[in-house]
């Protein structure tokens, strides 16, 4: 992780990024509880967002954004490494939601197997982000007391 500071553009680049990441995972849910959609098309949007998460990690581990919560706030490390961790095992978790194996007549369907996993993959993705803006928040708002 860089140390850079997060300059105007690329905090609002991150904000545009979780804006389209929600969309995304409203898209693709809502494609599940219809239930008329092919696998085919289910595992592009699945892909797609695995993409997503990928380049979204990324330019939040390599810009200022961890970097210049923590010259604000270097207390908040701990939190911010944890937070951080989360990254990889998430995108793991993402290429395995397309890789749907093969299931028999007796097994759960694929679609509802898909769903099972997807849900639990956006809880814990809407509970890593909101970590995430709990962490910027406290950042700023310390910078601002510290500052008074
Ligand atoms: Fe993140
Ligand atoms: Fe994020």
Redesign the pocket.
């Known amino acids: 992780m860089s140390s850079a500071i997060c300059d105007e553009t690329e905090f609002r680049e991150i904000l545009d990024q979780h804006r389209a990441l929600r969309e995304l995972l409203e898209r693709i849910g809502a494609m599940l509880r219809q239930r008329t959609a092919s696998i085919d098309q289910v595992a592009e949007l699945l892909g797609q967002l695995g993409d997503t998460l990928i380049k ?2 990324t330019l ?1 581990e390599a810009g200022g954004y961890y970097g210049d919560a923590l010259l604000r706030a270097p207390q908040l490390l701990s939190r911010a490494n944890d ?2 961790a ?2 990889p095992k998430m995108a793991r978790k993402a290429q395995r939601l397309v890789e749907i194996a093969p299931l028999g007549a007796a097994a759960r369907s694929w679609r509802d197997e898909t769903q099972m996993r997807f849900d639990a993959f956006v809880r814990e993705l809407l509970d ?2 909101r970590g ?1 803006d709990c962490l910027i928040q406290e950042a700023y708002s310390r910078d601002v007391e510290a500052s008074d």
Request: hydrophobic fraction near 30%; aromatic fraction near 10%.
């Open positions: 979204h990690f939040e937070l951080l989360q990254h890593h982000e995430e």
